[in-house]
């Protein structure tokens, strides 16, 4: 039988799902494999019957949470995809904004309509089995952990940096070209995605297990940043990580 | 005649981002006639301030993915305005270039997979794959020529990062842009004959229903809007982009998470079909052509006829892609440095055509070039009004049919707008005066 599969987004651009949608090239042989069961950007049928939940965006309010947890009743497989949902992403640059103070900022006397709480990552509610980090996700990475779980494998996501990716590549160092890149203590699997267009690594995959910290402070220190413009950039993405909310 | 009825559908599906529709019908009098928006919100315009304007547009991508480019390019330009920045010629086209590609991308998306299954009596597009696969296949077909093109020029669809303040990091190479050259010309062209054949056999089976109301796009004299122009309107004329609060003045309502707005009228209408009444002189002669046979004329009041706006603008977006590579191809690719900002304090706006309406960024920088202050008007935030109101109108004219099919037409109705709730409520700003 097909394993059964379902979508389902939270506080997040679905940008993550529209990357699954962007697969015209595999679209049609994935669908023969697998049943989508529950996808509301695409489909109107939707079902409680499914194996694997992948999972986008961060959780931002007490309306989340049961939803969450019946996920993770139904599913046997609860992926979080995307950094919002990995890690907060974007989302959690709120978090170092003061609560009420950032809600009436956007959204004056109508604050109170506009429940809300610190942004979380799915895995501080619920548990996790696997993650599929990045904004977005890399599709043929999504490809990889759906062919893994359809053989029954566990899937591999590389605990190593960017850097390493980006050197394979023969790209020339982001530093060479005078412009600062985390890529040497982000999370590879994406290719080396922005390196590779001439851009610098945005952390978006969040760091690896164990990152070199004393030596991205000095090359960071040497491209010529302080260490609050540093902070500053690992708060774009990364800013769940102990190593960078301190 | 149906003289009590409760409608609730709690998630619109095949839209971006969550919507309700609510419809009480007591003893054949419309009580409640609601478009609810629930997103959760995730304060955007909060979270800007202090970022450095090299930062800004990567995170405002983040609003929404289906038109991030969208959002990188108003960015920018608000950005670029503020400091009194003047991008390249080059750099210009290659912008337009882009725009086009997410056009096209997101517009066969929304009328293919998205709006096409209510017209063949489907759920979604995987219902009516094993009847219909010779047109789901050239409908991926032209959406990956869409990516394809947006994965060249911006080096990433969703989230683009080769598209920055001042330029671009990485430019394509003459063989790169003859090649898709090539299959604009040879593929997605005639795909989009098809395209258009499709859709007229669908003509049929768009409900008649119009509403008057004031529709809202950019506009200049010389071509069909999208990357720049001023505010134009059906009602209200034109003016400069930087008075848009004049024209955009907001407002809240208890059951919408989502910013409405009004102009002249109760409510106004932005998006394919709003350019479309507004611009249609200026389309490009395959699809003011394709306009002529899908029976398209300005100024059309059917708001199920975005649809076919969308499908003519395609059309569009894919002739101005050619004129762009052509431009570029005369001139050659030039290798051109990403521009520093000149910092100084200041304000600037940036306005751009995305596929669902008019997007404005509004951005106030500190002498260091970091946010101080950030306000966004989204398209389906200005659709929200006029959603509501067109649905108050259509529940009565068409009370007398089976629920299912009521529930069906509103499901339309909103899907018709190709609305993005995910974006529309995370920038709302509410300016009490």
Known sequence: ?246 | MNTNMNINVHYVTRIEGHGNIVVDIKDGKVERCLWEVIEAPRFFEGFIRGVYYKDVSEIVSRICGICSIGHTTASIRATEDAFGYVPTEQTVTLRKLLLDGETLQSHILHTYFLAAPDFLGAKSVFAILPTHLDIAKMALRLKRIANDLCDLIGGRTIHPIREVVGGFTKLPTERELRDLKKTLETEALPLLDKTVDVFASLLPKIPNFSRETEYIALVRDDEYAFYDGDLGSTDAGRTDVHNYKSWTNEYVVPHSSAKWTKNKRESLAVGALARFNLNARLLLPKAKAAAEKLGLRPINYNPFMNNIAQVVESIHAVEDALIQIDKLLTRGIKEEKVDSMPLKEGQGVGAVEVPRGILIHDYTYDRTGHIVHANCIIPTNQNCANIEYDMKKLVPEIMDRPQDEIQLMLEMLVRSYDPCVSCSVHMVKVNFK
Request: charged residues 25%; negative net charge.
């Open chain 1, 1 to 246: 039988m097909k394993p059964r599969v379902a979508f389902f987004d939270f506080a997040s651009c679905e940008g993550c799902q529209l990357s699954v949608i962007n697969m015209e090239n595999e679209l049609l042989d994935i669908v023969s494999h697998i049943d989508i069961v529950n996808f509301r950007e695409a489909m109107t049928e939707a079902s409680d019957d499914y194996d694997i939940a992948f999972i986008e965006g961060s959780v931002t309010r007490e309306y989340d949470i049961p939803r969450l947890k019946k996920i993770r009743e139904n599913a046997k497989f609860v992926i979080p995809i995307g950094a919002c949902a990995c890690t907060g992403g974007v989302n959690f640059r709120k978090n170092f904004y003061e609560l009420n103070e950032i809600r009436y900022y956007v959204y004056r006397d109508s604050a109170k309509y506009f429940d809300t709480f610190a942004t979380r990552p799915v895995k501080a509610v619920i548990p996790v089995d696997f993650e599929i980090p990045g904004c977005p996700i890399n599709a043929k990475e999504f490809l990889s952990v759906v062919k893994s779980l359809l053989i029954g494998k566990k899937p591999e996501i590389p605990n190593y940096p960017v850097c390493v990716e980006c050197k394979l590549l023969g790209n020339v160092c982001m530093y060479d070209k005078g412009e600062v890149c985390l890529g040497a203590v982000t999370r590879a699997g994406c290719g080396a995605w922005c390196p590779s267009n001439s851009s610098g690594c945005e952390g978006c995959r969040g760091l690896v297990d164990e990152p070199n910290k004393n030596s991205e402070i000095e090359v960071l220190t040497k491209a010529g940043l302080t260490v609050e413009d540093a902070i500053q950039k690992f708060r774009i993405f990364a800013g769940y990580f102990e190593e960078v909310k301190k």
